[in-house]
């Protein structure tokens, strides 16, 4: 098969999860992948983002169901909720395409691996949380606008069990865990974050394998405080396992992206913080005004622009990133440390154990 009929898809809703599109882009023009790069993105993406999207992508293909006129999209806008999750759907109609590998933005290839292409739709890695479910940030597809249309309307009828793509996709491809091993991907291609405290043996006797690393949850690489002054990362002390990881993300947004990004990033993002009635772009269907948060997604990537490596960031930069931090915590990083410490639960476990049942 042609290997320009192939392709790894991202898609990116805002400019922060441009940037982990970007770097993400690099690292696998760093392992010589010779399939095509495709990003979908949103109008939540500013113009001059999309440009820089443009100057490593062979597509950057803009999808909004606003402005689609079918049926089925339109009875999505009375659903507001399935916002990202219809978006990240929208893959399946990228037919131009016989094969594609999805790939979330906040996932980092480390070693070759466009051996991924000889697999079959459907293949994705267990999810660290419930193994008989897949993980949805790496998946091997065919682009089918039938199959597009069979999951907007499982989307419409049943909905998803969690809310995401991920809960809607394990439904459709509900014979995923048990039909054809082959359709399992080794987890070394969605190595999700967690697991290097959750199995730090297995870890440590598999990690040098990894291909495909994969920061789920609140702990995005772009989030972690980035000296620029000295080009390390300090990241919260949640996710300091992941030190070599964020680095490594690191090392290629200097290397490669930031050279590029440009000050008129900043104009950009004015316009979007002006225009305080706009609709929340990266929910398609929805009514929402840009939020504060919304407003603090759009401004990272404007705010990186104005960062000099080898200098002491700017106190924007610095502002910005302590609040996604925050934000990342309130969202649910355990304190392993403090309150969540192995210890308490223990004790917790020992408590509720000792009582015996409660219909004694
Ligand atoms: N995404 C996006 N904008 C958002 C949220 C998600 O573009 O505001 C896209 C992006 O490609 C992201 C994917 O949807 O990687 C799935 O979301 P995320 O990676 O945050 O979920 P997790 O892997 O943490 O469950
Ligand atoms: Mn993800």
């Known amino acids: 098969m042609a290997e ?8 990116a809703t805002n400019d922060s999860y441009s940037l982990g599109a970007l770097v993400l882009a690099h690292s696998l023009k760093r392992v010589g992948s010779t399939r095509r790069l495709v990003v979908m993105v949103t109008s939540g993406v500013t113009m001059v983002m999309q440009d820089q999207l443009r100057a490593i992508f062979d597509e950057v293909h803009l999808v909004d169901v606003l402005d689609s006129k079918d049926a089925v999209n339109l009875a999505l806008l009375s659903r507001p909720d399935l916002g990202i999750t219809f978006t990240k759907l929208h893959c399946w109609r990228l037919t131009n395409y016989n094969k594609c590998v999805f790939l979330d933005a906040d996932t980092l290839v480390l070693q070759p691996c466009d051996e991924l292409f000889d697999r079959e739709e459907f293949s994705a890695a267990p999810d660290p949380g419930w193994p008989d479910c897949f993980n949805s940030g790496v998946f091997v597809f065919r682009p089918n606008e039938d199959t597009y249309k069979s999951l907007i309307s499982l989307a419409l009828t049943k909905g998803s069990f969690d809310g995401g793509d991920q809960g809607l996709l394990n439904t459709y491809f509900n014979d995923w865990a048990t039909r054809d091993i082959n359709r399992h991907l080794p987890f070394i291609y969605n190595m999700c974050s967690p697991s290097h405290y959750s199995y730090l043996p297995a870890f440590k006797q598999f990690g040098e394998g990894v291909k495909i690393a994969h920061f789920i949850g609140p702990n995005k690489p772009w989030s ?13 002390p949640t996710a300091g396992h992941l030190k070599y990881l964020f680095q490594f993300w690191w090392d290629l947004f200097c290397a490669h992206v930031h050279p590029h990004l440009s000050p008129d990033m900043a104009l950009d993002r004015e ?6 009635t706009t609709k929340l ?15 603090r997604e759009a401004g990272l990537a404007s705010a990186f622009s104005q960062m000099k490596l080898g200098e002491p960031s700017p106190a924007a930069t610095m502002e910005l990133q302590e609040h996604l931090r925050r934000s990342a915590w309130e969202q649910g990083s355990m304190d392993f440390m403090g309150a969540d410490a192995f210890e308490n639960i223990w004790s917790k476990i020992m408590d509720t154990v000792n ?3 409660s219909n004694k």
């Not at 316009?271 to 305080?276: A, D, M, P, V």
């Not at 929910?283 to 929402?288: E, G, N, T």
């Open 355 to 357: 009582k015996g049942p």
């Open 224 to 236: 972690q405080f980035f000296d620029s002054e000295t080009k390390t990362v300090r990241p919260s």
């Open 4 to 11: 320009s009929s192939q392709a790894w898809v991202t898609l």
């Open 281 to 295: 772009p990266d929910q398609c269907a929805s009514d929402v005004k840009i939020t504060n948060d919304s407003k």
């Open 271 to 276: 316009k979007l913080l002006l225009n305080e």
